[in-house]
């Protein structure tokens, strides 16, 4: 969930920063951030639903249902539609949140002057023995 999301959040920033005419791009900022983080929130909800759904599935109720749960958890899984329940709602809410995140990361990083360099930073404990 989260490398899509920040993968796919960089993505869309980008390309629609390069869609944008340069002399809107101050006055836009925010509201490409909150369409980027929302893209981003659906899509890594999208991505991550079959693995969530089997592990509800299989997870759930497991003491009462014995030791062939999770195999009957799978095979209702592989019914029509059995990875896709409750998808909507993980959309929906994947995007509130997503774009919430970069909206306030964006609104922060300015009042603590974090600038792109220090973004750029890393740890590289390797460098001098290579």
């Keep these: 969930f989260h490398a899509t999301k920040f993968a796919v959040f960089d993505v869309t920033a980008s390309g629609l920063a390069a869609a944008l005419p340069e002399s809107t791009l101050p006055q836009m900022a925010f509201l490409s951030t909150i369409c980027a983080g929302a893209i981003a929130g659906i899509v890594a909800a999208v991505v991550s639903q079959p693995a969530d759904a089997t592990y509800t599935l299989c997870t759930q109720d497991r003491n009462e249902k014995g030791p062939l749960s999770p195999p009957e958890a799978l095979a209702q899984l592989l019914e029509y539609g059995g990875f896709e329940k409750g998808l909507q709602t993980r959309c929906f809410f994947g995007a509130i ?19 792109q360099g220090d973004l750029s930073l890393f740890l590289d404990p390797l460098g001098g023995l290579v």
Excluded at 97 to 115: E, M, R
């Design 97 to 115: 949140l997503v774009a919430l995140q970069f909206t306030c990361y964006d609104t922060v990083k300015p009042l603590f002057h974090v600038s």
